[in-house]
C-alpha cells in the first residue's frame, strides 16, 4: 500500500467555477435587491406627499384658506411688470430693525405646526426676513441656539434623490439664501426641498439670462397683465390668452400673497395638482439651468410651473423627480399619483390650472 494518501479539497479550477458561479448570482440579485430598494423609497416620497396633503387640507380647515405661496411686501418692475423684489428674504439685517417690512417666506413655513413642526414653527420671529432669522437664530429654554431656516425636516426630502442638503456635495451649484452675499464664517448648508407649489401654467419667474440670483415670482398689477393678452378667433369662438401664470386660464394654486380656497378649485379638486416633486439641476450655469433651494425660501426654490413637461430638462421651473420615468404628484384632494414624464403636454398644463374650465382625461 502506498504511503501517500490523496488529500481532499478544490482544485484552482473548481475554486474559480464556484467564485464565478456566486458572481453570477450576486449579478443576477442585484438588480432586484435595487429595484426594491428603490421601491422602498418611492413609497417613503409617496408618504411625503401625503403628509404635505394632510398638513394643507389641516391649515385650510383652520385658515379657510390655503397657505401663501409665499409672502412678500417689497416689489421691483421689469419690462413685463412687478414681481418680488430678489432681495427681500436674502438680506441680512439686524435684529429687529425690519422697516421695510421685509418677509420673503414660503408655504412650507406655515404648514409646519401640521407637520409635528411646532416648536421650529414657534421659534422663528416673523418680525424679521428670512435671512435674520437664519444667522440671528433662537434661544431656547436648555440654552441652545437653533436656526429655523437652516434646519433639516426630513419630509421635505425624496429619499431617491437625497436625505440632506448636499450643499457642498452633489448640489453645491445650487442658489441658496446666502448665494448672493455669504456672512464669513456662515455656510446656509441645511434646509433643502425635493418638493414645490404649483404655480399654473404659465410663466411665474421674472428672470435674468446672466445672474441667476435675480429672480423671483411676478404679481402683475391688473394693467400690467391685461398688456400680456392677445384676443383671437378659434373655431368661432373669440378666446384671450396669456403666457402668464396669473391670467385666468394659466393660475394655480400658489402664488405672491395668494389666499386659495378650496371652492376657487373650479376645476375640481381631483383634476388639479398642489404639490409636486421638483427638478433640482446641478449646474453652476446657464442660469435657466441653475436651481435654487431651501424649504423655507419663497419663490423658486418652492415653486414650479406646468408650462414645460415634466423631466424635459429644460427650465429650473420645472417638475421632476429620482424616480424612473415618473413623477409623483399630491393633487388637491389630498391623493397622492404617479405621473409618466412622457404624459402629454397639454394634459399636464392642464393638471396645473385650478380654474381654466377645460377637463382632465388621463388615467390614474
Not at 246 to 256: A, D, E, H, L, T
Not at 265 to 293: K, Q
Request: with cysteine; aromatic share 10%; charged share 15%.
Amino acid at each position: 500500500m502506498s504511503s501517500r494518501q490523496r488529500q481532499k479539497g478544490f482544485t484552482l479550477i473548481e475554486l474559480l467555477v464556484v467564485i464565478a458561479i456566486i458572481a453570477m448570482l450576486v449579478a443576477l440579485l442585484l438588480p432586484a435587491v435595487q429595484k426594491a430598494r428603490e421601491a422602498a423609497r418611492r413609497a417613503q416620497c409617496q408618504n411625503n406627499l401625503k403628509q404635505l396633503g394632510l398638513a394643507l387640507h389641516n391649515y385650510h380647515d383652520v385658515h379657510r384658506v390655503l397657505p401663501p405661496g409665499q409672502i412678500n411686501n417689497g416689489f421691483l418692475v421689469d419690462n413685463i411688470g412687478r414681481y418680488a423684489n430678489p432681495a427681500e428674504a436674502r438680506i441680512l439685517q439686524p435684529r429687529g430693525t425690519n422697516n421695510r417690512g421685509f418677509h420673503g417666506t414660503s408655504w412650507m413655513l406655515h404648514i409646519l405646526p401640521n407637520l409635528d413642526q411646532a416648536s421650529l414653527y414657534n421659534s422663528y420671529f416673523f418680525g424679521d426676513n428670512v435671512r435674520t432669522n437664519g444667522e440671528f437664530g433662537f434661544q431656547t429654554q436648555d440654552l441652545n441656539v437653533i436656526f429655523p431656516p437652516r434646519t433639516e425636516i426630513p419630509a421635505f426630502y425624496c429619499p431617491s434623490r437625497r436625505t440632506s442638503m448636499q450643499a457642498t456635495g452633489t448640489y453645491a451649484a445650487c442658489d441658496r439664501i446666502d448665494s448672493a452675499v455669504p456672512t464669513a464664517g456662515i455656510t446656509w448648508s441645511q434646509g433643502g426641498n425635493d418638493y414645490a407649489g404649483c404655480t399654473g401654467s404659465g410663466i411665474t419667474f421674472h428672470e435674468d439670462a446672466t445672474d441667476s440670483t435675480d429672480r423671483q415670482t411676478y404679481w402683475m398689477l391688473p394693467g400690467q397683465l391685461a398688456a400680456t393678452v392677445t384676443s383671437g378667433v378659434v373655431n368661432g369662438q373669440n378666446i384671450s390668452t396669456s403666457l402668464f401664470t396669473q391670467f385666468q386660464s394659466n393660475i394655480g394654486i400658489f402664488g405672491v400673497n395668494s389666499a386659495v380656497s378650496f371652492r376657487d378649485i373650479t376645476d375640481g379638486t381631483s383634476n388639479v395638482v398642489m404639490v409636486s416633486e421638483r427638478r433640482l439641476f446641478t449646474n453652476l450655469a446657464p442660469a435657466n439651468l441653475r436651481s435654487s433651494d431651501g424649504w423655507i425660501w419663497g419663490g423658486p426654490a418652492t415653486l414650479y410651473s406646468h408650462r414645460i413637461a415634466p423631466h424635459s430638462g429644460l427650465w429650473y421651473d420645472e417638475a421632476d423627480s429620482a424616480h424612473d420615468q415618473i413623477v409623483q404628484v399630491l393633487l388637491a384632494d389630498g391623493s397622492v399619483k404617479m405621473i409618466g414624464v412622457n404624459i402629454d403636454l397639454l394634459t399636464w398644463k392642464n393638471l396645473g390650472n385650478m380654474s381654466q374650465g377645460a377637463p382632465v382625461n388621463i388615467a390614474f
